[in-house]
């Protein structure tokens, strides 16, 4: 398996506060995604980042952030979170193979977020 | 219209089954694509890449069709074990690494 972590695995919070997830990987791939997973709408990407402090917004950015400051880690902040930020989260890596162009992603183990 | 579309399902398969998921993409010039699956409570893992001329991996068997912009994933003597959410997921971008999923197609394989 990639070694790809996340953390916390759950976290519950109260509405209005900041939260932070991590994401951190062994394989030196270039592109992290951060994703979010509801029922009915699959995975959503959130932002993503094409190297260190190259980063890029996704399709439901709103009320997300992010940073890179290491190839390793990707950081998916709430500033303040939201009931409709209730979520699973995941953490995606993806390098070229070389030969087709192919962008395999592989995920992190998720982060189950509860917004009360 | 969703960039990626599947048919949710779920599919109810008795043991032994062929079954087949098709999915639909609007972005013409994609230029990779996968399926996944999705364990309960667990993270996509890559099935398979889907190649031009097709592609098989044992009982699993996947094509693409870009003319009528879809791609199919063929199961073949269904196991308990296959049980999952199957995802389909495109490249969307002209750099090749930003991936657009479908939301998935569940799947139960029955005794």
């Known amino acids: 398996d990639a070694g790809i972590t996340q953390s916390p695995r759950h976290k519950v919070t109260e509405t209005g506060t900041p939260v932070t997830l991590r994401c951190h990987q062994t394989e030196n791939h270039r592109y992290m995604y951060w994703y979010r997973q509801d029922p009915g709408h699959g995975l959503r990407l959130i932002h993503y980042?094409?190297?260190?402090?190259?980063?890029d917004k996704g399709e439901v950015s709103d009320g997300y952030s992010v940073s890179r400051s290491k190839t390793e880690d990707f950081l998916l902040t709430l500033e303040s979170a939201t009931s409709s930020q209730t979520s699973v989260y995941f953490c995606?890596?993806?390098?070229?193979?070389?030969?087709?162009?192919?962008?395999?992603?592989?995920f992190g183990p998720g982060t189950r977020l509860t917004v009360l | 219209r969703k960039e990626v579309e599947q048919d949710p399902g779920p599919f109810n398969v008795p043991e032994g089954a062929t079954v087949a998921f098709n999915c639909t993409y609007s972005?013409?010039?994609?230029?990779?694509f996968f399926w996944y699956r999705q364990d309960c409570r667990k993270e996509p893992k890559l099935l398979m890449s889907v190649y031009s001329s097709g592609n098989e991996d044992g009982r699993f068997t996947a094509q693409l069709n870009r003319a009528s912009q879809y791609i199919s994933l063929l199961i073949r003597d269904s196991k308990l074990s296959d049980s999952a959410t199957y995802l389909c997921a495109v490249n969307s971008n002209t750099g090749g690494f930003k991936t657009i999923f479908g939301a998935g197609t569940r799947l139960f394989v029955k005794a």
């Open positions: 995606a890596i993806s390098e070229s193979d070389g030969i087709s162009g192919n962008y395999e992603q592989f």
């Open positions: 980042s094409y190297g260190v402090k190259d980063t």
């Open positions: 972005n013409s010039a994609s230029q990779s």
